[in-house]
């Protein structure tokens, strides 16, 4: 590419890493989890949670939108690197307006529209970058015009029309923005372009590390201000512990398994497990750490706060079922991930799960910190038992034949 096209697009190239300028729009990223978190622990109601889980579903769109582009074009060159800032700003402001994305504040702007304009704005922005990115490639053309009509019309016209409604009414048009969004992106074809395996893989697990970074930041933010103590100082290093043995059942094994399938395969195969692998197996993993993120700051707050709580004080009801429920979703969308890309179930991680759900009820008896005691010894139990019983193929996958 010569010329003044130089200063417009430059491609990814195979093998390229994430940019920096990712890294940056990721930060974005990282608010909005946190205040996804917030909106989720400020009330802990059925229709609170539905609320807290659409908003991350739209803002997972808003990030997995600039994964797709920044694979295609690198985002920190021309024009795309404008564009990002402009979708920084979108999403931070949309971000911002979490807490009235449902219900509008007394004063200042009206919440809910502002919330849908700001995101309408970003997918706006990405759409134009694509259409310029792919003016040369026609397949990659009539991909993106079939499904920027789609998407464009179900993702954020909807959500505009229910700032304006509220109730039933508003949550039934939130969901069916949402699966509208994601049912036409899957229906919409295979002929999206995929320049660079690593970078998509590298891309991906960055933003569970986000979402984990999430969860550590749920630790403190569950004892801000109050004075140190070993009720708090193990509760946090447990709440460490399961947050880095999440980290270790993702990028272990499993996430260089996909990794390489990806790398192999071809033509559809290949657009096929970077959308259904990543873009939507990927969601139920984030979905997972929040979750978990919402139990471990009730868990450090039930046994920091001595004013309302004792260390006998059980978790019971949402929380709960966020701090075991969230770990139970990361595991089986991890099986999900791996099972679609390599054909083959991590049998230890669905027992795992079942054995989370079986012992739910028990953890509603104990203590809250008993009962993130026992979520940290299964999770202990299945990594060292994947780390044994597997170990050759482990070092195979991770050493041998199948790197590169």
């Known amino acids: 590419m010569i010329g003044t096209k130089r200063v417009r697009f430059q491609p990814m190239a195979e093998g390229a890493s994430v940019t920096q300028l990712e890294l940056f729009f990721d930060l974005v990223l990282v608010f909005a989890f946190t205040m996804v978190t917030a909106l989720a622990a400020g009330d802990t109601s059925a229709k609170n949670i539905l609320r807290a889980l659409?908003?991350?579903?739209?803002?997972?769109?808003?990030?997995?939108?600039?994964?797709?582009?920044?694979?295609?074009?690198?985002?920190?060159?021309?024009?795309?690197?404008?564009?990002?800032?402009?979708?920084?700003?979108?999403?931070?402001?949309?971000?911002?307006t979490i807490p009235e994305a449902f219900d509008d504040m007394a004063g200042g702007w009206f919440g809910p529209l502002v919330f849908a304009i700001a995101y309408l704005l970003v997918r706006v922005v990405h759409l134009g970058v694509f259409l310029l990115a792919s003016a040369e490639d026609a397949q990659l053309r009539g991909q993106v015009v079939r499904w920027g009509l789609g998407s464009i019309t179900i993702g954020t016209t909807l959500l505009v029309i229910a700032a304006m409604t509220d109730g039933a009414v508003q949550i039934g048009l939130w969901i069916a923005a949402i699966v509208g969004d994601m049912l036409w992106t899957m229906l919409a074809g295979e002929d999206w372009r995929l320049n660079s395996a690593t970078h998509f893989a590298e891309r991906h697990g960055l933003i569970i590390i986000v979402a984990l970074g999430e969860s550590i930041v749920s630790i403190g933010i569950g004892v801000a201000g109050l004075p140190i103590s070993w009720p708090i100082a193990l509760a946090s290093m447990l709440g460490l512990a399961v947050s880095g043995l999440l980290w270790w059942a993702y990028f272990d094994v499993a996430a260089l398994s996909v990794e390489h399938e990806l790398k192999r395969a071809e033509g559809e195969r290949q657009i096929k497990i970077a959308r259904n692998?990543?873009?939507?197996?990927?969601?139920?993993?984030?979905?997972?750490?929040?979750?978990?993120?919402?139990?471990?700051?009730?868990?450090?707050?039930?046994?920091?706060?001595?004013?309302?709580?004792?260390?006998?004080?059980?978790?019971?009801?949402?929380?709960?079922?966020?701090?075991?429920?969230?770990?139970?979703?990361?595991?089986?969308?991890?099986?999900?991930?791996?099972?679609?890309?390599?054909?083959?179930?991590?049998?230890?991680?669905?027992?795992?799960?079942?054995?989370?759900?079986?012992?739910?009820?028990?953890?509603?008896?104990?203590?809250?910190?008993?009962?993130?005691?026992?979520?940290c010894v299964v999770l202990i139990g299945l990594i060292l038992w994947e780390t044994v019983r597997y170990a050759r193929p482990r070092d195979e996958i991770r050493h041998g034949t199948h790197a590169g």
Do not use: Q
Not at 74 to 96: H, S, W
């Open 277 to 375: 692998c990543y873009t939507y197996w990927h969601f139920p993993m984030v979905v997972g750490i929040i979750a978990l993120s919402l139990g471990l700051k009730k868990v450090l707050y039930y046994v920091g706060d001595s004013a309302h709580h004792t260390l006998k004080d059980a978790l019971y009801g949402i929380p709960l079922f966020a701090l075991y429920g969230g770990v139970v979703i990361y595991l089986l969308a991890l099986v999900g991930f791996k099972h679609y890309a390599t054909r083959t179930i991590t049998v230890p991680r669905v027992v795992a799960a079942a054995l989370l759900l079986a012992l739910t009820p028990l953890a509603s008896a104990l203590p809250a910190l008993a009962s993130l005691v026992m979520l």
């Open 54 to 96: 659409l908003v991350l579903a739209v803002m997972w769109w808003v990030w997995i939108a600039y994964a797709w582009i920044g694979n295609v074009v690198r985002a920190d060159e021309g024009i795309t690197r404008v564009a990002m800032f402009f979708a920084m700003g979108g999403a931070f402001l949309a971000a911002l």
